[in-house]
Every structure is written in C-alpha cells, then in structure tokens.
C-alpha cells in the first residue's frame, strides 16, 4: 500500500534488508544485549543519508510536512516496514491540516536583517516604522497605541508566537517582528488559525543580536524603518502518519515509540528529527528477527513541526479501550545533537516539578540506569509539552524518552560531563539548513539508538517494572508553546544522573 509515488533511491535501500522474516513463529524471545548488537552506526548514517536526499531532491531542500520530500519520506518507511513479511501490521494514518510555507525578508534602514518566515504568517509587504512593544508582548497591554499601523518589534519569551502576532493585530499593526532571546537566529511556527486574541500580521523572525540592536537604535533616538515582505501559501493538505505494531505479543499491553517525519522549511531536519526516526526504524528492522511478550508500536508522526498534529490527531482518534492498551510511550525526538547532552525526561518531576503520569518515573529510572550502566552520565530533561509525549502524557499514558538539546545552551557542568562546547547551543543548525548527517553527532546517536533497543527489550519481555495497570487518567502538561519549541530544557543544575 502507498499513497504517493516515492523519490527514487529509497527501493534501492530495501534491498539491504536481508534478515526480512517471513514467518515470525519460533523466533527467540528479544534480549536487550542481542538487540543492541545488531545496531550499526553506518546503518544510522545511511538511512539519515536517505532522508537527505530525499529534501535534496527537491528545490526547497527540506522534508515540510505535505511537500514532496516528506511525502518521500513517509513512503519509505512504510515500504521499508512493510518489507520485513508479517512481522508487522503497517499502516497509514492519513489526516488533513492545515500547510504552511513561504518565504520572508525584512530589512531595517536598508540593512538585511536574515529573517526566516514564521509559518501560517500572512502574507504582506509592509514599508513601516518600526515601534517597540514592552516586556515580551504577551498581554494586549504591551502594544502601545503607536504600534498602530507600525511594525511591531517583540522580543521572545514567555508566550507562544501566535500570541504576540495575534496581539501585535489585535494593536492594529501592520506586521511584526520576533527578535531571539537567547544568540542566533529565529524561526518558528505561530500554529494554525485562527485565535481569538486577533488576527495574525505579517510575522517573520530575526537574531537576538539584531533584535537588540534595532532596540538600542530606537530607545537612543533614532527612526528605524523596516521593509518587511512575507510570501505565504496556506492550504489544506493529506499528510500521514505510519504505524507498525507487531503481530507477536500481548495486544493489551503495548510499548509504543515515536519520532516525527517532518523538517522545517529551512532544511532537510537530519538531527530534528531524522535521527530519531531512523534509530527507531533500525530497531524496528532488528526487531524482526526476535518474538516478544508484549506488543510493540511503532509510530511515525507527521506535521509535528506545525504544531505536534500528527500525534495529536491519532490520540484524539483512539477509544478508551485502545488508549488503555498503551502501557508507555516513549519519545525520541532529536537524539544526535553536536553539542550532545544525554538528557532523559523527567518523568518523577524531581528536577523540573512536572512529572509525567504514573510509570514515567520508572521509564526514566530504566533509561537513566541503562545510560549509566554503559558509562553515560545523564542530564534530567523537562516535560515542557513541545514534542510529541505531549498527547499521550495529557490522555494520562505513562511518558518517557531521550533528548540530546536543541537551541540551549551547554552549561560548564555539562561540558564536564559530555565534552563539547560550553556557551554554545546543543544543536547550533537547530531549525537551519545546517541540520543535515553530516552536523549529527553519530556517538550519540548510535548510544541513544541502543537505548532504545533497551527499552525494547525491557518492555518486550514484561512491564512488571511500571505500576499495574489502572483506569487511564487525564494528566495535563504545561500549555503548548507552538515554536518557543526548544522541544525540552535540560539542565545538571537542577539534578544529575552521573555514574
């Protein structure tokens, strides 16, 4: 079954796949060891390669949810899955949402500013003064009446991007620019309208250094006038999920996994989130060649980067009974940063004050003692609601996962403990075209595959390790923040898991 006609190259990938059972009866029962030897970091490699070129062979070099490379991109995994005989039931998941895409400028006194498109953005060309709005812009206070029939200059923080558009519209300004609040540029979603706050302006982002600077500007005296001009195509499109659920195993009783198969506009998205989709599908493929207790999904998201919809729209599709049937879910969302920590979701709340629901604990405590038994300290990272857990953790499933960071920055602490670069961002090509195999650290990300492979193996053989199970309960996470998605802060200032 396929929806759309592949990028060629992915069938070629198929044929490495000589291990396909074709009859899953009589295989051994899975074993963490044997399952993480079977993992290969050229394997990770080759397959980041393939989602690569899938967004190269397209003009827009990227994988956008319902653009072409995407498209690719769903197709392969579901041939790829569908290739290991009946070990796996595959399925598509399809959906309507709303596309986004485009393309922004915007200069201030004729000097480029680098802006990127913030999507679902309108478009416009706007010639204007450029007006501050005081704190962060999140409350309709913040505009002030000169702002009217302005561009609005906002700095990030503390509410989601739509907010502030909505409210710069609600001010009557023409457009608005968001301005980081931690170094580098910005992009970012405002998330699908419409919003009763106002209508979206013409919205586009730009640097902390830049942001500050037009500030500096204009609080000394001067008029900046700024040219800001937004293309925005917004359409309803199909996009689709994949999801392979072993045949073997417990049917009421799932582990389920998941990463997402979308990019950005800016780039092909090979760490956010390739990395996670291939680790899980390389332990999918290995998967196949051993039985299992315990039913084992796994899931591949779409439009997670429009604002988490993929696994939004399957939860919000699931009865009580099938939500009952999901023991776990476990999220693997950029696991191959550069300036890697090993950050583990706080699922007891020790760390950030938000825990998950009952069984997050003990699937922090499995993957934190499994990191630490291979010589891996660990860094707690937050439930922050900005990657797809958010869903399962709010529908009262039991949450856990990895996250190796994205724009934040690496403390001292961390350096000790990881390597790498103090001062500078987990993942400096976050959200850029710089997000490609070649930034991807492939020492994390082979570690954190075998992970995965561990909580596989665990939750394969038995969940006797989480609480029994009970009604499902819903537990709500923090409010979503469309694009402040730093997809989770991780911190040793807070608690460390050291060796």
Not at 132 to 139: K, L, Q, S, T, Y
Request: hydrophobic share 40%; glycine share 12%.
């Amino acid at each position: 079954m396929r929806f759309i006609q592949c990028i060629s190259g992915a069938a070629a990938a198929l044929a490495t796949i000589a291990h396909a059972q074709s009859d899953p009866a009589g295989l051994p029962l899975v074993q963490s060891n044997k399952l993480r030897r079977t993992l290969l970091r050229s394997s990770l490699k080759a397959g980041g390669q393939i989602l690569q070129d899938f967004a190269y062979a397209t003009p827009e070099r990227n994988r956008l949810a319902g653009g072409p490379a995407h498209n690719a991109t769903v197709n392969y995994l579901y041939d790829t899955l569908a290739a290991l005989g009946d070990y796996y039931d595959v399925q598509f998941e399809p959906f309507v949402f709303l596309y986004s895409a485009g393309n922004a400028s915007f200069a201030a006194n004729g000097v480029d500013q680098s802006a990127s498109l913030m999507t679902y953005s309108p478009g416009g060309d706007v010639t204007e003064e450029l007006v501050p709005v005081a704190n962060f812009g999140c409350e309709a206070s913040d505009y002030p009446s000169t702002a009217a029939g302005k561009i609005a200059l906002i700095s990030r923080g503390t509410c989601e991007f739509g907010l502030k558009s909505a409210l710069a519209g609600a001010a009557g300004a023409a457009g608005a620019i968001i301005y980081n609040n931690i170094a580098g540029p910005l992009s970012g979603t405002l998330g699908p309208p419409p919003r009763p706050e106002g209508e979206y302006v013409p919205t586009a982002g730009i640097s902390l250094e830049n942001g500050t600077a037009l500030l500096a500007a204009i609080t000394g005296g001067q008029t900046v006038t700024g040219v800001l001009n937004v293309e925005s195509l917004i359409e309803n499109r199909t996009t689709y999920n994949v999801l392979a659920t072993t045949k073997l195993g417990d049917q009421d009783n799932i582990l389920q996994l998941g990463g997402h198969t979308d990019s950005v506009a800016a780039g092909p998205g090979i760490n956010d989130d390739g990395s996670g989709v291939i680790g899980i599908l390389e332990v999918a493929i290995q998967l196949a060649n051993f039985s299992v207790n315990n039913a084992i999904r796994f899931s591949f998201w779409a439009a997670e980067e429009e604002g988490l919809l993929g696994s939004d729209y399957y939860v919000s599709q699931l009865t009580p009974e099938e939500l009952a049937k999901i023991r776990l879910y476990l999220n693997f969302d950029m696991i191959a940063s550069p300036n890697f920590v090993y950050g583990v979701y706080d699922g007891d709340g020790s760390a950030f004050n938000l825990s998950g629901p009952p069984g997050s604990a003990q699937a922090e405590t499995l993957l934190v003692t499994y990191l630490n038994s291979v010589g891996l300290a660990t860094v707690p990272s937050e439930f922050s609601g900005r990657s797809d857990y958010e869903a399962f953790a709010n529908a009262g499933i039991a949450c856990g996962g990895i996250f190796t960071g994205a724009e934040e920055i690496k403390t001292p602490e961390e350096q000790v403990l990881f390597g790498g670069q103090a001062g500078e961002a987990y993942d400096p090509n976050y959200h850029e075209a710089g997000d490609t195999v070649a930034n991807c650290n492939i020492g994390a990300w082979i570690q954190n595959t075998k992970a995965i492979a561990h909580a596989v193996a665990t939750y394969g053989n038995s969940f006797d390790s989480l609480p029994p199970k009970g009604p499902v309960r819903r537990n709500t996470l923090k409010k979503r923040m469309f694009a402040e998605k730093t997809k989770g802060s991780c911190g040793c200032k807070n608690k460390v898991h050291a060796k």
